[in-house]
């Protein structure tokens, strides 16, 4: 068992952060994501331009604090992104939770890193990376 510390009050704080990204049913683009080991769930919500570039996020979440946690971090640092490297940075944090890769180059992501040590808990990292990827253009 790891003696990491994973509920932080940072963790906890960035959960409380979801408040700024509020759902609205008339996202363009909207995508549910599930993890299969704690049974947390996201809804993302997201506006594009004609490049597919992200324009606006809005999360509706029912997740533990990790979940919620990754889906802030998702949030904060999405908007001005192509599909494209949405796709390449949810392959980069799956890497990463595999022990595969080294931190991927996401802003805020190390807020969180100690959730690597939790494997359980790296279905609800991966929940925003998961929902985008579903709706998003990859080419």
Known sequence: MSTTVLYTPEVLSLAVALARFPWRED?????EARSRSCGSTI??????????????V??????????????????EAV???????VHEAGRAVEDWLAGKVDLPDWP?????????D??????????????????LPSA
């Open 27 to 31: 996202f363009p683009l909207q995508g």
């Open 43 to 56: 809804a993302l919500g997201l506006a594009v331009d004609e490049r597919s570039t992200v324009t606006e």
């Open 58 to 75: 809005g999360v509706r979440s029912q997740a533990c604090a990790i979940g919620q946690a990754a889906a802030a971090i998702f949030a």
């Open 79 to 85: 908007v001005g992104m192509t599909g494209i490297e």
């Open 108 to 116: 805020g992501l190390e807020r969180i890193a100690a959730a690597r």
């Open 118 to 135: 939790y494997p359980g808990r790296h279905g609800a990292v991966m929940l925003p990376w998961n929902a985008a990827m579903q709706v």
